[in-house]
């Protein structure tokens, strides 16, 4: 399968885009829950809690 540039960098966004959804549901379930939003970051496992603020914030959108 042979993809041009202009429809690589196209999917590309639409991948972003989506990762950056389903981030920001991760949070808002955390938020709501009570419960970590774990990720891997410099090859560490991280548990994160949402703070008040943001979680606040989440519930706004």
């Not at 041009?4 to 709501?32: G, M, S, V, Y």
């Not at 939003?37 to 090859?43: E, L, N, P, Q």
């Not at 703070?51 to 959108?61: F, G, M, N, P, T």
Request: zero cysteines; charged letters at 45%.
């Amino acid at each position: 399968m042979n993809v041009d540039n202009d429809e690589r960098a196209f999917k590309l966004k639409d991948i972003e885009a989506a990762l950056r959804r389903a981030a920001a549901r991760a949070r808002r379930i955390a938020a709501e829950t009570g419960t970590p939003v774990v990720y891997v970051r410099d090859g560490k496992i991280v548990e994160e809690y949402v703070s008040e603020a943001e979680a606040r914030d989440l519930k706004k959108r």
